[in-house]
């Protein structure tokens, strides 16, 4: 394919095609292991991300008006961690002058996402609340499906329909047509009363039974997390390391209770506890194993080296983890700033949160859960990182200046998931005093394992209903020669006579 068809791919596409191996097992996995089908939906996918000149899609390239509608767009989480992408159809009108800049729209958001979130899958929602006959465009919807089952491999877990009109149940017999078997099987319809089966409520918006208060606008981009900026929590390097419980309680961003004079004798009595706790966990964190850090998957950035490359892992309530550790490495010969946020401040403490990194060392970041909180699925962190001039200082108030200053071009981030553990608990992520007895296999090699089983057992399912969908065939078909013969019996039967 690379020898004949050179000219119709990007080399972009190409050249990550030889270094990325998770791409090419996402495609392997989409197509069942079967390589000539792997083979053949690379071609394709190539080339429609040169026609759609995919790599260089940015909001400069597209329409303004695009963003301003609000008809596409990511935001919040389903039940299961997955990103939600959001098709409001009231606001999309059929135009054949505009379909090629929609389609472009829709390729920019996977392509923006894919990127930044190593390609996590997406649940795709559907919200035909309001929607009527001029809002149906079967070709746009083909195409939005086609990005999912054709271009962007394993990229797909479910597809939300919400309040299908009844006058839209012909052209969905269609688009079923065009899923094939596996993505019909992703197709969720839903009304108000069951959409809570796969998306809570907090990201649900209030029409769909949610609390959900987000409102669309541009600009901004609307964020990976929200439209408004990540909270920033924890104290910086040059604040007291054994920050008191009072001094925690005290942040403004979170609320007090109105007999907060009553309550401040007790978090004073509190507060020498929570010294303490902080002196023994900083005692565990000298003692952790030489192998700590090099069980870790790392993420090599430009500017730092991040490890965990994707995920966080956190135990439940039951498990009790409640931190875990970042590793940051400066591969630059200048000081890198950085800053770690969260969607959670109120559930977690970073220390640090904001600080700086010498050329050529490490630094450990601790994440630690607040109070009686416990992770979530949806819960993410944002590293972001920006190289700092020779003469620049590192203190608290030149950190500050100059994440004014920076440009946002020259700013690098990466984005972190929360993953929750109910029973077995990840040695080489999370921090505790019997860090010296770590098992052999980490939790990255067990997840590993239980999604390949995973995969296995999908394909297993695929195949029992495959053969049900047979046996049933065959059962239709005997029936029908038994009555065929029947008939002919009796018309052989009835001449005779």
């Not at 606001?91 to 472009?104: I, S």
């Not at 109105?258 to 009595?269: D, R, T």
């Amino acid at each position: 394919y690379l020898l004949d068809k050179s000219d119709k791919y990007d080399s972009r596409d190409v050249e990550r095609l030889q270094q990325d191996d998770k791409w090419v097992e996402d495609y392997l996995i989409w197509r069942h292991d079967v390589v000539d089908d792997t083979l053949k939906m690379i071609d394709e996918s190539f080339q429609w991300r040169k026609e759609y000149t995919v790599n260089d899609l940015s909001e400069s390239v597209l329409p303004k008006w695009l963003f301003e509608i609000g008809a596409l767009f990511l935001h919040g989480y389903d039940k299961e961690g997955y990103k939600l992408f959001w098709f409001k159809v009231k606001h999309h009108t059929r135009d054949p002058k505009q379909q090629l800049d929609k389609k472009k729209l829709v390729a920019f958001w996977l392509e923006h996402y894919s990127k930044r979130d190593h390609g996590k899958p997406l649940t795709v929602v559907f919200d035909m609340a309001e929607t009527g006959i001029s809002h149906i465009d079967l070709d746009f919807v083909r195409f939005i499906v086609s990005c999912f089952t054709d271009y962007y491999p394993n990229f797909l877990t479910k597809i939300v329909i919400f309040e299908m009109p009844w006058i839209m149940n012909a052209a969905f017999k269609i688009v079923k047509g065009w899923l094939g078997p596996d993505a019909i099987s992703m197709l969720k319809f839903t009304n108000k009363s069951d959409v809570q089966e796969y998306i809570s409520g907090e990201y649900l918006p209030p029409h769909m039974g949610g609390t959900d208060s987000f409102k669309y606008s541009y600009p901004p981009l609307v964020d990976d997390d929200f439209q408004t900026p990540l909270c920033e929590n924890g104290p910086i390097t040059n604040e007291d390391e054994h920050e008191t419980k009072e001094e925690i309680e005290a942040d403004p961003k979170e609320t007090g209770e109105p007999n907060e004079a009553q309550n401040l004798n007790q978090k004073k009595m509190n507060s020498i506890e929570q010294i303490s706790k902080s002196e023994e966990t900083d005692k565990t964190l000298e003692v952790k194993p030489k192998n700590t850090k090099k069980a870790l998957t790392t993420f090599k950035g430009p500017l730092l080296h991040i490890s965990p490359a994707e995920e966080l892992y956190f135990g439940s309530k039951e498990t009790g983890e409640k931190k875990c550790l970042i590793v940051l490495t400066n591969v630059t010969k200048n000081v890198v700033a950085f800053k770690v946020r969260t969607t959670a401040p109120e559930k977690y403490r970073v220390k640090p949160s904001n600080s700086s990194c010498e050329p050529g060392t490490s630094l450990d970041i601790i994440v630690s859960l607040h109070g009686g909180f416990a992770a979530s699925l949806q819960d993410r962190f944002l590293i972001m990182a920006a190289e700092m001039d020779q003469s620049s200082g590192a203190g608290a108030p030149e950190l500050t200046q100059f994440w004014k200053d920076v440009p946002r071009t020259k700013v690098m981030e990466h984005r972190l998931r929360c993953h929750v553990i109910e029973s077995t608990k990840p040695s080489s992520l999370t921090l505790k005093d019997n860090a010296s007895s770590i098992p052999a296999k980490t939790s990255e090699d067990l997840h590993m394992q239980l999604t390949h089983l995973l995969q296995i057992n999908k394909r297993l399912e695929e195949q029992m209903n495959c053969c049900l969908w047979f046996q049933q065939l065959s059962l239709v078909l005997s029936l029908l020669s038994v009555t065929v013969a029947a008939f002919c019996f009796y018309l052989a039967y009835a001449q005779r006579s």
